[in-house]
Nanobody, 125 residues
């Protein structure tokens, strides 16, 4: 599966932004999906995931309550709605897909297999 993230940009603290990830090359609904981000000079970190059907989601604490992951299997697209953005959210955001990924409210099982090119999000103070 091929993935391409888009929707990044330069925003001010407190603003909102919605990222999209377009999938192609395979049946989108067969994959658990996730979002990662890599701040400048730091390693890439997982931040959110969603199950194949979209019924289950999981978030890490830094984004819980501010970010919402969703998907539209009819459009082969993954989304990340980001609200109340902070300067520390500045990073390159990438989407990921995993055929064996299992997502529940308690966590994510197995590993993601595919990553797309990221999109830059910059939050100014």
């Amino acid at each position: 599966v091929q993935l391409q993230a888009s929707g990044g940009g330069l925003v001010q603290a407190g603003d909102s932004l919605r990222l999209s990830c377009a999938a192609s090359g395979d049946t989108f609904s067969n994959y658990g999906m996730g979002w990662y981000r890599q701040p400048p000079g730091k390693k890439r970190d997982f931040i959110a995931a969603i199950s194949r059907s979209g019924d289950s989601t999981y978030y890490l604490d830094p984004v819980k309550g501010r970010f919402t992951i969703s998907r539209d299997n009819t459009k082969n697209t993954l989304y990340l709605q980001m609200n109340s953005l902070k300067p520390e959210d500045t990073a390159v955001y990438s989407c990921a897909a995993g055929f064996d990924v299992v997502v529940s409210q308690w966590g994510v099982g197995n590993s993601f297999d595919y990553w797309g090119q990221g999109t830059q999000v910059t939050v100014s103070s």
